[in-house]
């Protein structure tokens, strides 16, 4: 099992896997903070005192549609060439795991056939691409972007996903409208030296679209990005005329008993807590 204080074996693994990515960020996936149903972080291929390879689990329990689930986001599954034929031996505990929600949002092409043929489903193929700048503004909207000032609206579970995150490069914004407000955590990545900002959580689909082009633009000019994407889902497939679509070389996966895919979102995974 991997635990925070084996950080530095498994680092040399992480950092040929991704030189991109600084020490510090990395460091993430071995230091969880917020309480889990396990208290480790993964586990380990030795070969005596030698980490040869490497899979994280980012477990969190999550309340979601009413119901609380165990959840674990498969992260980071690499395994030096030589040691190749082992690499099932770091994945066979987490199937293990009954009545969990596991996911991997960013599977390989190699990973996405193994857990595919495991009975892993789809769970994203595409994302909506809104440009700023180009979207009508709305008048009767509020945006607050202090999480402070956006904790005392927010509900007993969404203040636990603020609280969770704050330690990470999140934009938390809370939209207001005469209707319903909308929760949104934000996170800047960038893509082939593109600045871009992904929605990895959205509360009410449809209080963003009546106001997106107030939300886009005002990411826009915060974080001086290029597009905002959502996965389609957390859309509620709302078929959008405003977005372009993007394909996902592979499609995000996931397996469990768990709610409707559309509730699933991106939250306490490997693309919040690595900004990828």
Known sequence: MAYPDDFDRIYPLLAA???GIPRKVWRRLLERPWPAPFDHNGYLLMDRSRC???IGAIFSRRRIGGQDYNCCNISSWMVKQEYRSHSLSLLFPLLQLKDW???????????????TNLGFRRLETKLKLFLP???????DCEILAEPADISPHLS???QEILSDHLPFDCL???VRSPQAS???VVTKVVKKGVPLARIDYLSQPEIFLEHLGTVVNFIG???RVLAVMVDERLLANSADQRAFSYRLKQPRLYKGPGPDRHLLDNLYSELVMLGI
């Open 52 to 54: 040869v390879g490497f």
């Open 221 to 223: 000019i915060r974080w």
């Open 17 to 19: 896997h991704d030189s």
């Open 172 to 174: 938390h914004l809370l």
């Open 156 to 158: 007993g579970d969404q």
């Open 182 to 184: 909308c929760y949104l």
């Open 101 to 115: 929600v596991i996911s991997n949002l960013t599977p390989s092409r190699e990973v996405y056939h193994i857990l």
């Open 133 to 139: 700048f180009i979207q009508k503004r709305s008048p």
